[in-house]
């Protein structure tokens, strides 16, 4: 079974700038993918950025430019660098990471992010 915990949430200033971390345990196939989702109040989730095994990235639109999505895969963990945070971004952050094996997803709890005005 793996285990997904997100990591780095926290209150920042509009135009600040947050990590978040992404830790996958557990681990007994190999990852394919990693993904960050957020979801705001009364909003439905969506995606943020990917990351695969070999380093291919795709970003939402609203995102790129601002963040950056990078990973470990010796220690099966994924960073979000988010620069230039904008109120409309307060939200859950989750991770989630997909099996090489069965495609299963993989979710975190989420962490909050909050950015004040």
């Known amino acids: 079974q793996v285990q997904v915990v997100e990591s780095g949430g926290g209150l920042v200033e509009v135009g600040g700038s947050l990590r978040l971390s992404c830790a996958a345990s557990g681990c007994s196939v190999s990852i394919r993918a990693m993904m960050w989702y957020r979801q705001a109040p009364g909003k439905q989730r969506e995606f943020v950025a990917q990351i695969t095994s070999d380093g291919m990235t795709n970003y939402a639109a609203a995102v790129k430019g601002r963040f950056t999505i990078a990973r470990d895969n010796a220690k099966n963990t994924m960073y979000l660098q988010m620069n230039s945070l904008n109120p409309e971004e307060t939200a859950v952050y989750y991770c989630?990471?997909?099996?090489?094996?069965?495609?299963?997803?993989?979710w975190g709890q989420g962490t909050q992010v909050t950015v004040s005005s």
């Open positions: 989630n990471a997909q099996s090489a094996v069965s495609l299963k997803l993989y």
